[in-house]
C-alpha cells in the first residue's frame, strides 16, 4: 500500500516503486503439508525454519510417517523448496501447499548494477534479512557468467543508494 492509500500488486520487480512511496508490503503466505519418514523430522523441520517456515501442526499418519505444516513464505518456496525436501528425506518426502493470506514483510528491492548503471532486469525483491547474502550469491554467479572483455565489469547490489555486495569481473 502506498502513502496515499492506493492498493498495487506487484509482480515484477521493475514495477516496484520507490520505498519512501511505499507505506507497506505484504508477501503471499503459503500453507505447505510436507509429509515425511519419521526419521527426517528434524532437517525437514530445520530446513522449512531455514526458510522463514512457522509450526503450525504435525500429524502423525501411521508408525513411521509424519504430516509436518508449515506457513512459508511463497517466495521462499519458488525456487528448490521441493527438490531440497527430496534430497533431505532421500525422496521420500512430498509436498503440497495452499495459499492462505498475505502477511506484512519487510520486503526491498535489490538493484544489480553493472559498472555503476542499473540493469532492472536483474532486479530483485527480497526479504531485508536475506537481502545482502542472496545478493551475493547473485554475484557470483553473475560473474562466473559474464565473459571477459576488455575492460574491467564492476558488478554492484544496491537497495535504494546503499551498495550491500560487490564483485569484480577483471578485463582479459
Request: aromatic share 8%; hydrophobic share 40%.
Amino acid at each position: 500500500a502506498g502513502n496515499d492509500g492506493e492498493v498495487s500488486v506487484i509482480d515484477n520487480p521493475q514495477k516496484f516503486p520507490d520505498s519512501a512511496l511505499v507505506k507497506e508490503v505484504r508477501e503471499p503466505i503459503i500453507r505447505a503439508s510436507i509429509v515425511i519418514p519419521l526419521e527426517y523430522m528434524d532437517p525437514v523441520c530445520e530446513f522449512a525454519k531455514s526458510r522463514r517456515g512457522i509450526f503450525s501442526k504435525m500429524d502423525y499418519l501411521g508408525e513411521d510417517r509424519l504430516n509436518v505444516v508449515f506457513d512459508i513464505p511463497l517466495q521462499e518456496v519458488v525456487v528448490d523448496f521441493y527438490d531440497s525436501i527430496k534430497s533431505i528425506t532421500k525422496g521420500y518426502g512430498s509436498l503440497d501447499y495452499e495459499f492462505t493470506n498475505f502477511k506484512k514483510a519487510d520486503i526491498v528491492k535489490v538493484d544489480i548494477l553493472f559498472n555503476r548503471k542499473p540493469s532492472g532486469v536483474f532486479s530483485l525483491l527480497l526479504h531485508r534479512e536475506r537481502a545482502e547474502r542472496t545478493a551475493r550469491k547473485v554475484l557470483l554467479r553473475l560473474k562466473e557468467l559474464i565473459p571477459r572483455h576488455v575492460f574491467e565489469i564492476n558488478i554492484q547490489a544496491a537497495i535504494g543508494s546503499k551498495v550491500i555486495a560487490s564483485e569484480k569481473k577483471p578485463a582479459m
